[in-house]
């Protein structure tokens, strides 16, 4: 059967593909912006770090150029010479800010033909090794006036390039020149920046983690720089955009009307819960044989009903606690009931075990876990009428 053929001359999947390299790229940049920062998209670059100082004023920008080529990149490269031209031109129009270039690109570094470079195997190398005043004094001398000849032989940099090539001081060449200019080669492919972007998501102060809601909020994030990138509004990124847009994203709305009935019921829960406090009270002050006191708070744990006339095993490994079952026998001499309470995971139950096998004295052993509202209620009275008859048994009363 005939289909249709198709014209790879008019296919731009390669300036696609950039385009969504470009979008990945500006999403990490934007998840790490501090709060004095924003992002600002197709502006000078094709996304530029914008600071402000603490009256709000913009004193530095980095412009980013993105590039997914994986053609190897030297000095004598289309896009490095763009980049350079670039650099001289937002230069002079914004005289005031100090700015920075990047050419971020997937490309790894060439070497560049006819080239002897001293004291590094490519370009771009030696650039950096300037930049790092990595060099003694002379060979730092000699590096400046390799970098300074090869470029001036660039017949692709403006004239203003070629002007402030041949005029400089090796000191302007390198604060105003070497150092503001940057090679990002090797970076990441879009697999490993999503791979960052979802950590960078999970380190969050409220981590986002959960794979289908990190989905959803990536691919609101993506939606929101598209858009972006095709409008022809105000295209910038700011801290606090991007907190809306992830508070939008993780926080589940839910109907006024449930939120009330959960605190109605949380108040009756609360109620009841503090009668069956009051019935114990009663309980205990009405059979103790001496006043009861409140004592110092021990920290302690429970768990799910579970009522019987032995003491459950203790973990494998469980510290003796002397001096805490000594300080609770201390204060509870003649004491008929003792109370301990805290919160989950601080230990109640073991403290309570270990007292019980010191003390050797009669004891009901029941756990609360996970009951709620009537379940528990009715357990509680359960519990309480047999606790009332031990007393009884114990004191004599009937």
Same mark, same amino acid.
Request: glycine share 2%.
């Given at each position: 059967?005939?289909?249709?053929?198709?014209?790879?001359?008019?296919?731009?999947?390669?300036?696609?593909?950039?385009?969504?390299?470009?979008?990945?790229?500006?999403?990490?940049?934007?998840?790490?912006?501090?709060?004095?920062?924003?992002?600002?998209?197709?502006?000078?670059?094709?996304?530029?770090?914008?600071?402000r100082d603490l009256d709000?004023?913009?004193?530095?920008?980095?412009?980013?150029?993105?590039?997914?080529?994986?053609?190897?990149?030297?000095?004598?490269?289309?896009?490095?010479?763009?980049?350079?031209?670039?650099?001289?031109?937002?230069?002079?129009?914004?005289?005031?800010?100090?700015?920075?270039?990047?050419?971020?690109?997937?490309?790894?570094?060439?070497?560049?033909?006819?080239?002897?470079?001293?004291?590094?195997?490519?370009?771009?190398?030696?650039?950096?090794?300037?930049?790092?005043?990595?060099?003694?004094?002379?060979?730092?001398?000699?590096?400046?006036?390799?970098?300074?000849?090869?470029?001036?032989?660039?017949?692709?940099?403006?004239?203003?390039?070629?002007?402030?090539?041949?005029?400089?001081?090796?000191?302007?060449?390198?604060?105003?020149?070497?150092?503001?200019?940057?090679?990002?080669?090797?970076?990441?492919?879009?697999?490993?920046?999503?791979?960052?972007?979802?950590?960078?998501?999970?380190?969050?102060?409220?981590?986002? %983690? +959960?794979?289908?809601?990190?989905?959803?909020? /990536?691919? *609101?994030?993506?939606?929101?720089?598209?858009?972006? $990138? #095709? @409008?022809?509004?105000?295209?910038?990124?700011?801290?606090?955009?991007?907190?809306?847009?992830?508070?939008?994203?993780?926080?589940?709305?839910?109907?006024?009307?449930?939120?009330?009935?959960?605190?109605?019921?949380? %108040? +009756?829960?609360?109620?009841?819960?503090?009668? /069956?406090? *009051?019935?114990?009270?009663?309980?205990?002050?009405? $059979? #103790? @044989?001496?006043?009861?006191?409140?004592?110092?708070?021990?920290?302690?744990?429970?768990?799910?009903l579970f009522l019987c006339?032995?003491?459950?095993?203790?973990?494998?490994?469980?510290?003796?606690?002397?001096?805490?079952?000594?300080?609770?026998?201390?204060?509870?001499?003649?004491?008929?009931?003792?109370?301990?309470?805290?919160?989950?995971?601080?230990?109640?139950?073991?403290?309570?075990?270990?007292?019980?096998?010191?003390?050797?004295?009669?004891?009901?052993?029941?756990?609360?876990?996970?009951?709620?509202?009537?379940?528990?209620?009715?357990?509680?009275?359960?519990?309480?009428?047999?606790?009332?008859?031990?007393?009884?048994?114990?004191?004599?009363?009937?």
């Amino acid at each position: 059967m005939a289909d249709l053929e198709p014209d790879p001359a008019r296919q731009a999947t390669a300036t696609i593909r950039g385009y969504a390299y470009q979008c990945y790229q500006t999403i990490r940049a934007w998840l790490q912006c501090g709060p004095d920062e924003e992002l600002r998209c197709e502006f000078a670059e094709d996304f530029d770090l914008v600071r402000r100082d603490l009256d709000g004023r913009v004193t530095e920008a980095e412009l980013n150029q993105v590039k997914h080529e994986k053609k190897n990149v030297t000095l004598n490269s289309d896009s490095v010479s763009e980049l350079i031209n670039n650099f001289f031109r937002h230069k002079t129009r914004n005289p005031g800010l100090k700015l920075k270039v990047r050419l971020c690109t997937i490309a790894d570094r060439g070497r560049e033909t006819q080239a002897n470079w001293p004291h590094a195997s490519c370009g771009m190398d030696l650039w950096d090794r300037v930049r790092a005043r990595e060099l003694n004094s002379q060979d730092q001398a000699t590096a400046i006036a390799a970098l300074r000849s090869h470029l001036q032989a660039n017949t692709h940099l403006a004239a203003e390039v070629k002007t402030f090539l041949t005029t400089s001081e090796d000191s302007a060449f390198l604060s105003d020149f070497v150092d503001p200019i940057f090679w990002d080669t090797g970076q990441p492919p879009y697999t490993e920046i999503q791979q960052d972007i979802h950590r960078i998501l999970s380190q969050r102060e409220r981590p986002i %983690s +959960d794979p289908l809601e990190v989905q959803q909020v /990536v691919d *609101r994030l993506w939606r929101n720089v598209m858009d972006l $990138l #095709a @409008s022809d509004s105000d295209r910038r990124l700011t801290r606090r955009n991007l907190e809306s847009i992830l508070s939008e994203e993780t926080t589940t709305k839910v109907n006024r009307i449930l939120v009330r009935q959960l605190a109605s019921d949380v %108040s +009756d829960m609360t109620q009841k819960v503090t009668r /069956v406090e *009051r019935a114990m009270l009663d309980m205990v002050t009405t $059979l #103790a @044989s001496k006043e009861v006191k409140n004592l110092d708070v021990v920290q302690v744990h429970h768990q799910a009903l579970f009522l019987c006339d032995e003491l459950p095993p203790l973990h494998a490994i469980c510290s003796p606690r002397s001096e805490v079952l000594s300080d609770i026998r201390a204060k509870c001499q003649e004491r008929a009931f003792l109370w301990i309470y805290g919160s989950a995971g601080y230990g109640k139950t073991t403290i309570a075990n270990l007292l019980m096998r010191e003390l050797k004295t009669q004891f009901l052993w029941f756990r609360l876990r996970r009951l709620v509202d009537f379940e528990l209620v009715s357990n509680l009275r359960f519990i309480l009428n047999r606790v009332l008859r031990k007393f009884r048994s114990a004191y004599g009363i009937f």
